[in-house]
């Protein structure tokens, strides 16, 4: 089986189990899509050994996604460089496991890590086995580590799940070892067509990001997806018979848009000119005496306004991402490198981002220190500390700092039932987080953002900060209770367009 | 030469904010700048003054314009002062504003009699220095301890500054280092100081309350609570901030004495904008 084989058969495995891995997020908000993140890492690995790279590692590397890619990826590194001194499973899983626990810097068991090392155990121990007997009993030792997680993480017990990361890594392993031995792979959950958000991820060399939505009657999916395919990539098509939501990067988007009107009733037809952006904001930067900075800022940033939030503050580099779509080590480098500074700033802007934001400053060709900014707010804070003429050192710290300072919170949809610190709240319903705490729940909008707003506000604070998101919240009712409660606190209001978040807040 | 108060005259231009000048200091002349708003040009504190300017600012169509006086201003300024032998012509920072030139072509055709500085700096800043130097001419002093007391106060004296908006800066074209703060979508309170004559951000904060804490960090820092240690205060429409400002610097500093407390002028309001609130100081 060679590096290729082995890459499609773990995709399989990891499409296969997306869906189930992206429900085993801890939290009840849309958050991590570790399976995500697994697949578009092994996916990335997939298309490059097609595109001709031998360098497995080097491509997972480029590849990563998130928290969770990034430390497959170390594995697949650790993994390649161990197969080559011995030719043994054995060395191969032991050295994955040291590059993953090399990886992070506080390591916790009950995670991929657990499962890593004790699958390089369990091949130490079985050196002499034969290759299918061998991957057997390793899945068979992946599954109890899987199933361990549970006892060795508060937050996964209290939650009622395994650990999605170590769980990906053993059906990665189960869908190698049934290809190994002939046989066929269990019955897979049904997969979920991946999001817009997580498609606009890939670079593309067409122009035009297009996209609508299509209503009609008997509408045939595979049909428009057959009619979109030779104009462009990235295509997503959606839905149902009533309605197709489609996406396709192309340099043709009449063609695209021709292909929804003669099945129905075209909406919300977006064409954004990608080059255009991107040359825009270098225009800005030219116009802006930008010529003698000494570092630039890249922002891992979702939402067109909020985009536009941490340009105006000075960030030169937005990457498309953050909770719900972890942008890969590879997108940060390249905003890194289209910086043209000195040095630079990652601004991860979640946790989840912040180790493939620091695995591309390690491989950037230039001094670059990333702010692990744990939410947009902080990194909005972070961002009034940055001087463009000061080293990314002094940066990083101010920075690191400001966005301290910060008080974050936000309203959410929970994207299921959850029952947390004696708080129920039900599918769908309102979320009020401050910090990643659940604070309220319910179904009046008002009531939650209210009890959000209150906590934040209850040591004095100057300024309150509201985002909205995509689904724009109606704020009335909140401002003129802020307003009345809090008369002393400026407040601004700021559309984000952010997902999945009617709400943002942040006090100062 | 022996300079005195009765040999020697100071000239200011009216970004000096100072307006009083020649009432209070026989000696002093202020030669005015101008301030347009569409076809109709004023001299800066003689024709409009700091209240009828804002008023007019508020409903002003398109924003005013300024301008700086021209050589033959300043000549009818040395000329006013005959009966001085020598005259020092304190200027708003060169990198600010043309006035610097006109005052030295104009200082060009008087022989060595006027002596034109570029004092690097706006404002109450300028009022201190000329404060400065009268009280050397009042007791007797040479051209080379006011040498010496203009490169002092271009090291020493502090000033930090705060906008409501920066806007007014980046229309006029006097931003300088701080453009890239401009076109921000948050309320951003930027922290501002003249450095080498031009604009140089110092620190973004959030909140009405920010600045003057800033404030009050940098006046601590840099001060000590001393004799001699005078501070001057300017602003735009600002009240509140500027008694703010007076009730901190008695606060931390009640040696201190507060020499200038003025508003800004329209031409220096023009760029600064409402809202702009300023603290200077200098031992002396």
Known sequence: MNELELARVAETALERSRARLDDLNVYPVPDGDTGTNMLLTVRAVREALEAGETDVAHAALLGARGNSGVILSQII????????????????????????????????????????????????????DELPELLHALVARGDEAVAQTQEQLDVLRKAGVVDAGAAGLVEILRGISAHVSG??????????????????QEASRYRYCTGFVVEGENLDRDALERELEPLGDSLLVVGDATALKAHVHTDDPGSALRAGTAIGVLERVEIANMHLQSAQREERLTHSGADDRRTAVVAVVTGEGNRRLFESMGATGIVDGGETMNPSTEDVLLAIEDTKAPEAIVLANNDNVVLAARQAARLANVPVQVVPSSSLQAGLGAMLAYDPLADSEANARAMEDAGSAIAAGGVTVASRAVSMDGLRVERGAYLGLV????????????????????????????????????????????LARVAEQHPDVELEVHPGGQPHYPLLVSAE | MELSAENTA??????????????????????????????????????????????????????????????????????ELAGYERIFALSVSARLSG????????????????????????????AMLALAVQRRLERGTTDEEIDELVERFKRESGLVFTLDTLEFLARGGRIGRAAGW??????????????????????????????????????RARTGDEPGLRVGIAHAEAEERMAALEKLVRDLRPNAEIEVATTLGPVVGTHAGPGTVGLFWFQD
């Not at chain 2, 009432?23 to 409009?48: C, H, K, M, Q, T």
């Not at chain 2, 030139?101 to 060009?108: D, I, V």
């Open chain 2, 99 to 126: 006035t610097y030139e006109s005052a030295r072509q104009a200082a060009s055709e008087t022989g060595d009699r006027v002596r034109v500085i570029d004092t690097e700096t706006a404002s109450a800043a300028i």
């Open chain 2, 10 to 79: 100071i000239v200011l231009d009216s970004t000096a904010d100072f307006p009083d000048a020649s009432e209070r200091f026989s000696n002093w002349r202020v030669v005015p700048l101008y301030v347009r708003f569409g076809a109709d040009s004023y001299r800066d504190y003689v024709e409009i003054g700091p209240a009828e300017f804002y008023e007019r600012l508020r409903t002003a169509e398109d924003l005013p314009t300024t301008s700086q006086p021209t050589p033959r201003d300043f000549q009818a300024a040395y000329d």
């Open chain 1, 77 to 128: 590194r650790g993994a390649v460089e161990g197969f080559e001194e011995d030719r043994s499973v054995a060395t191969a899983l032991r050295r994955g496991s040291d590059a993953a626990w090399a990886a992070v810097r506080e390591p916790a068991e009950g995670t991929i890590l657990t499962a890593i090392r004790e699958l390089a155990d369990e091949a130490e121990s079985r050196r002499d």
């Open chain 2, 182 to 219: 401009a076109g921000q979508l948050l309320h951003i309170k930027p922290i501002l100081t003249l450095e080498d004559g031009e604009v140089l951000p110092l620190k973004r904060v959030r909140g009405n309350r920010k600045p003057i804490q800033e404030f009050a960090e940098a006046f």
């Open chain 1, 435 to 478: 910090g990643d705490e659940p604070v309220a729940g319910g179904t009046s909008f008002d009531t939650v953002a209210a009890s959000v707003v209150d906590r934040l506000l209850a040591e004095p604070r100057d300024v309150l900060t509201l985002i909205t998101g995509a689904d724009e919240p109606e704020l009335g009712p909140l």
């Open chain 1, 183 to 200: 046989e066929p792979l269990p019955e897979a959950v049904e997969g979920v067509a991946l999001t817009t958000d997580a498609i606009h």
